[in-house]
C-alpha cells in the first residue's frame, strides 16, 4: 500500500478531533438524529474518507485494504472472517443479555420514547431508525475509528502496523467521549453513564488493538455490530411493553 502523507494524518486528526462535536451539536443543537446520522455516520465516517482516498489517487480497492476491508496474508488464524462471526453473535448475546439483567436499574421505557422523540423520531420513523442503527451505523463507525483512522497511520510506517496511540488509544477515547452524552440522555443514570461509557472504551480499545495485530476491521465491525443488535433488540423489547 502506497504511504500516507502528513496531510493525510492531519486531515485524520482533524477528523477524529470534529467527529464527536458534531455528534453534540446535532443532538443537542439541532435535536436531531437524522443530521447526526447524515452528518457524522455518513459524512464523517463513510464519505470523508473515501473522497479522500479518492482525490489522493487511490482506487476502490486500495481504499478498502486502507479501511481495513481486506484481509492481509499474514493475519493470524484466529482473525479471520469466520472468528468474526462468532464474535459478533457473541457480543450481540452478551450485550443483551447485560441489558436485560440492567434494565430495571438503568433503562426505563417512558425515558427512551421521551428522548428519541426529542431527537426527531416520530414514532412512524421508529423502523427506520432501527433499521439504520442495524445496518449502517456500526459499520460506518468502524470503518472509521478502527478502519480509517488506523490505516492512514500504519500506512506511513515500516512495519504496517498502526501506532498504539494514534491507531488504538486515541480512537477509542473520542469514540466513547460522545456516548457520554448519549448515555446521559437515554438513561439519566450516573452510575449507569460510567459503566457503560467505561465498557464502551474499553470495547474500542479491545477492537483497535485487534485491529492493529490482525491488520484487518472485520472482527471489530463484527463485534460492533453484534452490539448494535443487541441494544436495539432490547430496545425493541422494552418499548413495546
Known sequence: MP????????????????????????????????????????????????ATSLAGGRGLREHARLVGLAVPPDAPRWGGRTAAVILGLGTAVATAGFLLATQGAFLDAGRLAEVVAGWGVRADQ??????????????????????WAPGVFAAARPDGRPPVLLGVVVPALLY?????????????????????????????????????????????????????????AEYVALTAK
Open 126 to 147: 421508529l423502523g427506520a431508525l432501527l433499521a439504520f442503527m442495524a445496518v449502517v451505523n456500526a459499520a460506518s463507525e468502524e470503518l472509521f475509528w478502527r478502519g
Open 3 to 50: 504511504p500516507t502523507s502528513p496531510a493525510l494524518r492531519r486531515l485524520v486528526l482533524g477528523a477524529m478531533a470534529v467527529a464527536p462535536a458534531v455528534v453534540v451539536v446535532a443532538l443537542e443543537g439541532l435535536r436531531s438524529v437524522w443530521w447526526t446520522f447524515a452528518l457524522y455516520q455518513v459524512g464523517i465516517c463513510l464519505v470523508l474518507p473515501l
Open 176 to 232: 466513547a467521549s460522545y456516548h457520554v452524552l448519549t448515555l446521559a440522555r437515554l438513561t439519566g443514570e450516573p452510575g449507569a453513564v460510567v459503566l457503560m461509557a467505561g465498557g464502551i472504551l474499553a470495547a474500542g480499545l479491545a477492537w483497535g488493538e485487534v485491529r492493529r495485530r490482525t491488520g484487518h476491521a472485520w472482527l471489530p465491525l463484527a463485534s460492533h455490530g453484534g452490539a448494535v443488535v443487541g441494544y436495539m
